[in-house]
């Protein structure tokens, strides 16, 4: 059962407009259609997964079937957000894709300690790039089989 469909929603949690781009770019590249919510901070990454604040209708904000997070954001930081949603009875479920450029072995245990499903390393050169979500793709969208989340 492939999940590239309209309505299985990617929360994309990326600072940085130039990283975000480039996964949109990899996306489209990839031919996934997948809709894609983009969260710049980790502060509203937890407002859209916990549906509070401007985020509060679950009509209009559902809740995503995978997570790409970076780790290096304002506010409160991936490691935290991750944690947030791992020790959560609704949320801990969904998977949880650690997409960042730290290489840190310890960030690496600490994401995987907090219960990351997975932790990628962001390719500095583009072509890079895309061959690496072509590979996350093909793997958590088309051999992975993933959990029904509820609103």
């Known amino acids: 059962m492939s999940l590239i469909k309209a309505d299985n929603l990617i929360l994309l949690v990326e600072d940085s407009d130039t990283d975000y781009e480039a ?3 990899a996306f489209k590249r990839a ?3 997948n ?3 983009r969260c710049e901070d980790g ?3 937890l407002d ?3 549906q509070r604040n401007q985020y509060a209708n679950s009509e209009e904000c559902p809740r995503p079937k995978l997570i790409l997070l970076d780790l290096n ?3 409160v930081d991936g490691c935290e957000v991750l944690t947030e949603i791992k020790s959560d009875q ?3 479920n969904i998977p949880v894709i650690v997409l960042t450029t730290s290489s840190d072995p310890v960030d690496i245990q600490n994401c995987y300690d907090a219960g990351a499903n997975s932790y990628i390393h962001k390719p500095v050169n583009l072509p890079s790039f ?3 979500i072509q590979r996350l793709k093909d793997f958590w969208f088309e051999v992975a089989l993933l959990p029904i989340v509820e609103k």
């Open 35 to 37: 809709p894609v919510k």
């Open 31 to 33: 031919k996934m259609s």
């Open 130 to 132: 895309f061959d690496a």
């Open 73 to 75: 954001l304002p506010g």
């Open 90 to 92: 609704n949320l801990k």
């Open 23 to 25: 996964t949109i770019r």
């Open 48 to 50: 859209y997964l916990f």
């Open 43 to 45: 502060d509203e990454a």
